[in-house]
T-cell receptor
Framework: GNSVTQMEGPVTLSEEAFLTINCTYTATGYPSLFWYVQYPGEGLQLLLKATKADDKGSNKGFEATYRKETTSFHLEKGSVQVSDSAVYFC???????????FGTGTSLTVIP | DAGVIQSPRHEVTEMGQEVTLRCKPISGHNSLFWYRQTMMRGLELLIYFNNNVPIDDSGMPEDRFSAKMPNASFSTLKIQPSEPRDSAVYFCASNLGGGQGYTFGSGTRLTVV
């Protein structure tokens, strides 16, 4: 079946620290992989995506590389800001359908 | 495009009352999804539609929940009768299909007292 596992939170970092949020997946076929971000009181917003192995998605300083050999899509940012405080969701959609499978979300708090 | 539009943004109702949540997807998107988000259970898919047809409603928790999509530009999620444990944020999302990302609405925060 299809599923996503992401690291438990909450994560608290100081401003300018390096961020990694781990995400691994199980999927039938060749999924597309996504990271979504949810700021307080808002809906989820697409942060970045990758549609095939070895693709790197990037946006707003965040990056994630689709690693088929390790079935992973870890989110990274070199220097976090207070404004990055949010909940981050890893997700996949399998090429056999249109349904998304979301991880449980990882809460990030960045302190000045 | 104004994005996915949900109404109301907040709803407070008494137990036993009927609640109707509304969603207008992005024009041209042919898939629509209803999600529920709570602290305890996280993000749960309730139901999704392709081309206005319900495809998977296995996430609908009980018969008290129902969803319709009478046309490509409108969907409703109804709870009748509502219970306190239905309190959550309900999100609607739409996409073009084919593995494209979702666009989420801002959600409806439902409180049942």
């Amino acid at each position: 079946g299809n599923s996503v596992t992401q690291m438990e939170g909450p994560v608290t970092l100081s401003e300018e620290a390096f961020l990694t949020i781990n995400c691994t997946y199980t999927a039938t076929g060749y999924p597309s992989l996504f990271w979504y971000v949810q700021y307080p009181g808002e809906g989820l917003q697409l942060l970045l995506k990758a549609t095939k192995a070895d693709d790197k998605g990037s946006n707003k300083g965040f990056e994630a590389t689709y690693r088929k050999e390790t079935t992973s899509f870890h989110l990274e940012k070199g220097s976090v800001q207070v404004s990055d405080s949010a909940v981050y969701f890893c997700a996949l959609t399998a090429n056999t359908g249109n349904q998304f499978y979301f991880g449980t979300g990882t809460s990030l708090t960045v302190i000045p | 495009d104004a994005g996915v539009i949900q109404s109301p943004r907040h709803e407070v109702t008494e137990m036993g009352q009927e609640v109707t949540l509304r969603c207008k997807p992005i024009s041209g998107h042919n898939s629509l999804f209803w999600y529920r988000q709570t602290m305890m259970r996280g993000l749960e898919l309730l139901i999704y539609f392709n081309n206005n047809v319900p495809i998977d409603d296995s996430g609908m928790p009980e018969d008290r929940f129902s969803a319709k999509m009478p046309n490509a530009s409108f969907s409703t999620l109804k709870i009748q009768p509502s219970e306190p444990r239905d309190s959550a944020v309900y999100f609607c999302a739409s996409n073009l299909g084919g593995g494209q990302g979702y666009t989420f609405g801002s959600g409806t925060r439902l409180t049942v007292v």
